[in-house]
Nanobody
């Protein structure tokens, strides 16, 4: 496993979590990175992405203003700060590396070739 996600858990609605994705890749800073999520019975969906060089962030409309993606190229770690969580945010969250270097980061999972194992986020009402 080349990407290792962690930080998930059970939290009440309105609460916060911080997810981390360790990616000890030689090429960590050369590719966009993203978070996706998949709820039971649903398709995997785009959550947020970070550009490779300037770290510019892109968000799904469902999380814009509540979630913040960031990356530390020196530590080779991707983060996702989840605030104001809602029960509908409940899902397994995956970090992924894009196989397309040029910006902007793609929002479709088919463009990502390395995936972490996922971390469960459960939001109770």
């Amino acid at each position: 496993v080349q990407l290792q996600a962690s930080g998930g858990g059970l939290v009440q609605a309105g609460g916060s979590l911080r997810l981390s994705c360790a990616a000890p890749l030689r090429t960590f800073s050369s590719y966009p990175l993203a978070w996706f999520r998949q709820a039971p019975g649903k398709e995997r969906e785009f959550v947020a992405a970070s550009s490779r060089m300037d770290g510019r962030a892109y968000y799904s409309e469902y999380v814009e203003g509540r979630f913040t993606i960031s990356r530390d190229n020196a530590k080779k770690t991707l983060y996702l700060q989840l605030n104001s969580l809602k029960p509908e945010d409940t899902a397994i969250y995956y970090c992924a590396r894009s196989r397309i270097q040029s910006p902007p980061p793609r929002r479709e999972a088919i463009y990502y070739d390395l995936w972490g194992q996922g971390t469960q986020v459960t939001v109770s009402s």
